[in-house]
């Protein structure tokens, strides 16, 4: 019998961040953006990097989004954390240049970049971590 995956480490919910960690709930992936000049931006910060205004809310995105880049990890960064992973830099379709940091649930040697995905949720406590599989795959997030 193997022992389960260690859990992954939380992030801390901040006002700019809450959204991002918890939209999962709802099944929606939320990106802050700016309501006076439409940018979007990730990670959150408190005024627009365009226009400057405080006025950062957040908005739904599609969910889907292309490999642009990505890196497999082989180090055993917990006890009992041993398989590798995937972790990616993948861009969202709303805009150029917008980007979410996460893993891929696909094996390694699957992955390529312009690969497309959709994203999914791991629920852990009040968070629900958005990860990213293979489009036209089951969403499997509890295999991350």
């Known amino acids: ?78 006890p009992g954390l041993s398989r590798q992973y995937v972790f990616a830099a993948v861009e969202l379709p709303e805009q150029a240049e917008l980007y979410v940091f996460s893993n891929i649930l696909a094996p390694p040697e699957a992955v ?6 959709t994203v999914c949720f791991e629920h852990q406590e009040d968070v629900w971590l958005p990860l990213f599989r293979p489009e036209n795959t089951p969403e499997t997030p509890d295999a991350a």
């Open 112 to 117: 390529h970049g312009g690969m497309p995905v």
């Open 1 to 78: 019998m193997t022992a389960p995956e260690p859990p992954r480490k939380l992030p801390a919910l901040t006002p700019e961040t809450e959204a991002f960690w918890t939209g999962g709930k709802d099944g929606h992936l939320l990106i802050r953006r700016c309501t006076g000049c439409g940018r979007y931006q990730h990670p959150p910060t408190p005024l627009c990097p365009v226009c400057r205004t405080e006025t950062m809310e957040p908005a739904p995105v599609s969910g889907r989004g292309t490999v642009r880049t990505f890196t497999v990890n082989h180090q055993q960064w917990l």
